[in-house]
């Protein structure tokens, strides 16, 4: 692939719609979570750099979207991820396995993502009537004439 190619290729993805799994997981706002709160965890280790740790963060909060139901239930598949995306990650599968539950029980807590925009939707227009409805009525100038 030439190096113009591969530009056209990301320059396509860039307009591609918000990824969403199911409805129940956007990835852009999961990997801003633990960009930020990776380090807080009881399993981080310092010679260990978050990218060490995202690829294990996807496959949890991806599983968890795919899979859904217990996380027991589905760590086979999800070791199996792991091993198949870990990339450079130097974390060996037990640390891994730590991040990936981690992520999978913080996409399991967070209200499927359809839900939160539509009480985001309604509480706007909910405020926008209280805001109208606490305004005094006032006539327009040309009205008062």
Known sequence: MTRSMI??????????PEVRIDGRVDP??????WQRAYWAEPYYRADFAYDDYAP????GY??????GGCFEDAEKSLCANWLRIKGDSRLTLDEALQAIRAAWEHAARRPVVEEVEEVEDEL??????VAASAAPARQPAYAAA
């Open 7 to 16: 530009h056209d290729e990301w320059a396509e993805q860039a307009d591609e």
């Open 28 to 33: 852009q706002r999961e990997d801003a979570y």
């Open 56 to 59: 294990a963060y996807c496959v």
């Open 62 to 67: 991806i599983g968890c979207a795919q899979y």
């Open 124 to 129: 706007l227009v909910e405020d926008a009537l």
